[in-house]
């Protein structure tokens, strides 16, 4: 299987084993609920026996909208357990995203709050349902929809009441169980991620099972994750960065804390009583922890490893944050595609870690660069990133074209186009500099936006910067400069020019336009989104 890298070990076997091992041990908790491995096993046999009962069948697909809950792991489990295929979509999408991910996919189920920061999920899902005749059933999570057509609460899932008429052959879900007829097999499609639809309607990424859990299992290798480490998850669970957090602690046996709030003070509560050790996030959540003045009203000498990804965090960013928390950062890079390109290690130097570098390939995946030419990029050479791999996505759900379109050839020959700028130094430590699309071609010169943005996050006075390209009728593209200063500092063009003459870069690099923001608008996967400072009116 995959060079023998895929194994037949799946994510419910290895629950079922540490439900033996340890079954007393706390596995899960968030705000409200602590679950131990046992409690986390019998409660996600129950779900799963029970979406099988209300008439869903194995290979179907079942929409996810969760916050950071341990409903969430629960319905991962269970949905593998029923042989359902769980798409799991940010919580702060609306009906306007999840009617194009329904209309793709055929969803035949969801699975949200009842009720999540103002919204009422089981009143959006009645309209849907009016709507598309497929997606026909809904379970709810905390919160009661007595009554409801096709709607059901968590809670008789969760005991197995009231939902169907159970085969008298199941095993008491209580009891130590046989193998889950319906599961997936290793080499079976198990997961959909779908992207966040920053180019046009959201894409369905496929994972088979084998190959999401060989990068769990890498990267506890990678980072040395155990099971004496308490894995806190403080960004969304559905994106990329969440899901290694999840996967890694179940290789490792270890303990998931998830942080529901990704206010600063209530993550330090968090981190501090529950003595995280590891933290899997992303920039811009990061660097809300930096924004606190003083660190020192919580204890975090447990912490000592903190990954990032999603998008890329600046070296000056990562500095502060190794300095002030006292943890490693060990910045990675992956997509909805490949959950993961690289990763840094904890043994890599400073000037690696800290330094724009998000690390080598995990056993079982493959790099390239290519240049302009098509050849392989040298050493030192920026070209266009190529990943492929036994721990990558197989292409998108139904949608054979496009998954040829981005892996050029379909099976494991294909090379996925990131469309990532990057190059290798000597070691075969990857650096990102950008995106293809963009790179802003000003006046005939070509200046990368990364490496402007690395420049202006070097400002005392500056907490985040994006550089975009805007239109210009004489230079073709122009530079804006879009910068949110940290709290309390003041900022004008003047202050950032000076400073970047200071840097001695070429002139022609320097921004054109200046936007200064109280924060950036982000894609809900947590990326920027830059078509939107593009096209915004300076002043707005």
């Known amino acids: ?76 489990y269970a949905l593998k357990r029923a042989g359902l295929l769980g798409a799991y979509v940010p919580v702060v999408w609306r009906e306007a995203e999840l009617e194009r991910v329904v209309r793709s996919s055929g969803a035949r189920a969801i699975v949200a709050p009842a009720r999540f920061l103002g919204t009422d999920f089981h009143e959006m899902f009645q309209r849907m349902r009016e709507k598309f005749p497929n997606l026909q059933r809904g379970v709810f999570v905390r919160g009661e929809v007595a009554g409801s057509a096709g709607a059901f609460c968590w809670e008789e899932f969760a005991t197995g009441k009231g939902v169907g008429s159970p085969d008298p052959k199941t095993p008491d879900p209580l009891a130590v169980q046989e193998d889950d007829a319906q599961a997936f097999e290793p080499w079976e499609v198990s997961l959909i991620s779908v992207s966040s639809g920053s180019t046009g309607a959201p894409k369905l990424c496929e994972w088979p099972e084998a190959a999401h859990w060989l990068a769990g299992r890498g990267l506890a290798q990678r980072l040395e994750i155990s099971s004496q480490d308490v894995v806190g998850i403080f960004c969304p669970l559905g994106g990329g960065a969440g899901a290694m957090g999840w996967l890694v602690a179940l290789a490792a046996g270890a303990r998931i804390v998830l942080g529901e709030s990704f206010h600063a003070e209530e993550m330090l509560d968090t981190i501090s009583r529950e003595r995280v050790s590891f933290i899997s996030t992303v920039p811009t959540i990061l660097l809300r922890l930096l924004d606190v003045s003083d660190l020192s009203r919580w204890d975090l000498s447990a912490l000592r490893l903190i990954r990032t990804g999603t998008a890329a965090i600046s070296q000056a960013a990562a500095r502060e944050a190794e300095r002030r928390l006292g943890a490693k950062i060990v910045p990675a890079a992956g997509s909805m595609e490949a959950i993961m390109f690289t990763q840094t290690s904890p043994h890599d130097p400073p000037e ?11 056993p079982g995946g493959e790099v390239r660069i290519l240049g302009i030419d098509g050849a392989p990029a040298q050493a030192g050479e920026v070209g266009e990133l190529e990943i492929r791999g036994a721990y990558t996505g197989s292409g998108y759900f139904g949608d054979v074209h496009a998954t040829q379109a981005a892996w050029g050839t379909l099976g494991e020959e294909g090379w996925l186009r990131t469309g990532d700028l990057a190059f290798m130094n000597s070691d075969r430590s990857l650096f990102i500099v950008g995106r293809v699309r963009d790179v802003i071609v000003r006046g005939g010169h070509k200046i990368f936006p990364t490496e402007l943005e690395e420049l202006l996050m070097q400002h005392p006075a500056v907490r985040e910067a994006v550089v975009v390209g805007i239109p210009h009728e004489k230079l073709g593209e122009a530079t804006r400069a879009c910068v949110v200063p940290r709290d309390g500092q003041s900022l004008t063009q003047d202050d950032v020019r000076d400073f970047l003459k200071l840097k001695q870069i070429a002139t022609y690099k320097f921004p054109d336009e200046f936007l200064l923001l109280y924060e950036l608008p982000r894609l809900p996967g947590g990326k920027v989104d830059r078509k939107n400072l593009a096209s915004r009116e300076l002043g707005l």
């Open 352 to 362: 690696i870690r800290l330094g724009g570098s998000v690390g080598r390939p995990l």
């Open 1 to 76: 299987m995959a060079e023998g890298l895929w194994t037949e070990e799946t994510m419910v076997s290895r629950l079922r084993s540490l439900a033996k091992e340890k079954a007393d041990a706390l596995a899960a908790s968030d705000a409200q609920r602590r679950l131990t491995w046992a409690e986390l096993d019998s409660e996600s046999f129950r779900v799963g026996r029970s979406l099988r009962e209300i008439g869903l069948k194995r290979g179907e697909l079942v929409l996810v909208q969760l916050p950071n809950w341990v409903e969430n792991l629960l319905t991962r």
